[in-house]
């Protein structure tokens, strides 16, 4: 493999050298490490939209709608869609293939689905590398989409830049919406369905909410906006607040604050990696199998069996 | 700290033992290791069901009305609730008082809520760490009770032996269960609030999707069962279906393999964690904050940085 043909190609914005450093990535090559490394120096220049919310309240509708707006001022958009279906299912396949047909023709964007369950795990780390690649490849928005219930594999509050929530009126009570940890990360709420019944009744609790919280003059205030996405109604509106957030983030020197965090816990993620990978050495994979019998007949404790594989090492 | 006494009296269910010994784990105290090392021979007799199903959905009150059935014949119950909700608004604790209430004269319950968000992390293998005190106290039946759309941190379908998922009318698209990964996990479905409009609807889509299954007779397949909990309504069916799948899993060697699954990940994470404690020396702190600099100006790599970390350890 020439790492830096695709290097070069990736910087240059080709299509084709994206979805290859992408597959690297996700089949754990050997390549990735050094593909990201070289491409490391090139990042930090993409804003990272986070677009989350429970399943079917239109989420890649209202982001196909962003896409369009994102490219009528010429920026390109990378997508990054984590879908929590199982690989046995292929949907994740086959709903990227539907939605890419759409921009086909559009070089200035690229879609990329990523399978949750089934992962081999690491799939937050993974879909962090893979918007690297976007990044590198001179994406201005990079939009992580993501489904967003109790906290999720990728914790898109610690991944996007800006968040925006998407609920619909059959969400449910506001008080589920707490609980379900999504008033917290939520940095504007979008109502979309807005259409159906329930729109006013939801965005009073979620006002009602918002309110609840302390007040603090300097700290932003989500927004709550309508939208109906299938018609494109409303998605003007919330691309000038993400807009606005994205201000008020540079304004207070918090965009920089969220990358270094970023790249403090992607640095600690390939430590401990390596740490394990530099562990399973041949003799202490034996040594495991045999020590592991005794803990499952209950004649060893996990922590016993730890502690004397640790030493074995020193 | 006198770990012999806490130990005895723990394998006593002493009730102040039990949640002195969760603390322990959910404050990551040095003692928590040695006192799960201790228990680790008593524990694998408890059955562990799943509860999940999206916010709403009404787990918590089917929870209560399962914990009176399994009273009833005598059975002693521990529950731990892995909740969402973030530390910051109290939900866990709140919501763990007043569900204890109901049970709290009967020393054959114990319910611990956790919640998950804003946790220092392991929330798993610490919800799987108390419920092993819980089993090693004695507690027959373990309930795990947790909000479960897409991939939560705690794994239900790894940890419980049977799981249960919980759906409303109300839940949408039975294709949007499926998104949800749910599908897959579920050993038994119920749709509770049966009373609502839908439960038909829900029922019938669940069922197709069932039928798209391979066909494969030795497999056990989920059935689909209506509840209104809060009037205890379809409970006893429940129950009477969660013995079938104990009954089949027992038969077929499953549970054996199940609990090996579960204790090799626990080992696995048990070691992660140590390696990771093992290699935050004084001096590996200074270089990593010295070389994250270097990072974070894009003058180096994360693959880098670890990389010289690693060599200077050797």
Redesign the interface.
């Given at each position: 493999m020439d790492l830096k043909l695709l290097v070069k190609n990736i910087l240059k914005g080709e299509t084709k050298a994206i979805a290859r450093g992408m597959s690297l990535i996700e089949n754990d090559s050997e390549h990735a490490?050094?593909l990201?490394?070289?491409l490391?120096?090139n990042?930090?220049q993409a804003y990272r939209l986070g677009i989350t919310g429970?399943?079917?309240s239109g989420k890649s509708t209202l982001t196909a709608r962003l896409i369009k707006l994102f490219r009528e001022t010429d920026q390109k958009v990378g997508v990054v869609a984590v879908?929590?279906?199982?690989p046995?299912?292929g949907?994740a396949v086959l709903g990227d293939r539907i939605r890419m047909m759409e921009f086909s023709a559009d070089s200035g964007v690229f879609i990329r689905s990523m399978a949750?369950?089934g992962s081999l795990g690491g799939?937050s780390r993974k879909a962090q590398d893979v918007a690297d690649v976007l990044d590198s490849s001179g994406k201005d928005i990079i939009i992580f989409e993501t489904?967003?219930?109790?906290?999720?594999?990728l914790d898109i509050a610690d991944t996007a830049d800006t968040v925006v929530v998407v609920l619909v009126p059959?969400s449910?009570?506001a008080i589920?919406?707490?609980?379900?940890?999504l008033?917290?990360i939520a940095d504007i709420f979008v109502v979309n369905k807005s259409d159906r019944e329930g729109t006013d009744k939801l965005k009073m609790e979620l006002e009602m909410m918002l309110n609840l919280r302390p007040k603090d003059e300097t700290r932003w205030k989500p927004p709550i906006l309508t939208t109906t996405a299938h018609q494109g109604i409303g998605v003007e509106a919330l691309k000038e607040k993400m807009d606005a957030h994205r201000e008020y983030m540079e304004k207070n020197g918090l965009l920089e604050l969220k990358?270094?965090a970023r790249?403090?816990s992607?640095?600690r993620s390939?430590?401990?990696s390596?740490?394990?990978e530099?562990?399973w050495t041949e003799t202490n994979k034996k040594l495991?199998d045999e020590k592991?019998d005794l803990?499952?007949n209950?004649?060893l404790?996990?922590?016993?069996?730890?502690n004397s594989?640790?030493e074995k090492k020193a």
């Amino acid at each position: 493999m020439d790492l830096k043909l695709l290097v070069k190609n990736i910087l240059k914005g080709e299509t084709k050298a994206i979805a290859r450093g992408m597959s690297l990535i996700e089949n754990d090559s050997e390549h990735a490490p050094p593909l990201l490394a070289a491409l490391h120096t090139n990042t930090g220049q993409a804003y990272r939209l986070g677009i989350t919310g429970p399943p079917g309240s239109g989420k890649s509708t209202l982001t196909a709608r962003l896409i369009k707006l994102f490219r009528e001022t010429d920026q390109k958009v990378g997508v990054v869609a984590v879908d929590p279906t199982s690989p046995f299912t292929g949907g994740a396949v086959l709903g990227d293939r539907i939605r890419m047909m759409e921009f086909s023709a559009d070089s200035g964007v690229f879609i990329r689905s990523m399978a949750s369950r089934g992962s081999l795990g690491g799939l937050s780390r993974k879909a962090q590398d893979v918007a690297d690649v976007l990044d590198s490849s001179g994406k201005d928005i990079i939009i992580f989409e993501t489904v967003g219930v109790g906290q999720t594999e990728l914790d898109i509050a610690d991944t996007a830049d800006t968040v925006v929530v998407v609920l619909v009126p059959e969400s449910g009570d506001a008080i589920q919406t707490m609980k379900a940890g999504l008033m917290e990360i939520a940095d504007i709420f979008v109502v979309n369905k807005s259409d159906r019944e329930g729109t006013d009744k939801l965005k009073m609790e979620l006002e009602m909410m918002l309110n609840l919280r302390p007040k603090d003059e300097t700290r932003w205030k989500p927004p709550i906006l309508t939208t109906t996405a299938h018609q494109g109604i409303g998605v003007e509106a919330l691309k000038e607040k993400m807009d606005a957030h994205r201000e008020y983030m540079e304004k207070n020197g918090l965009l920089e604050l969220k990358r270094k965090a970023r790249i403090n816990s992607k640095v600690r993620s390939i430590l401990q990696s390596r740490l394990l990978e530099d562990f399973w050495t041949e003799t202490n994979k034996k040594l495991f199998d045999e020590k592991m019998d005794l803990v499952l007949n209950n004649k060893l404790s996990p922590y016993d069996l730890v502690n004397s594989l640790l030493e074995k090492k020193a």
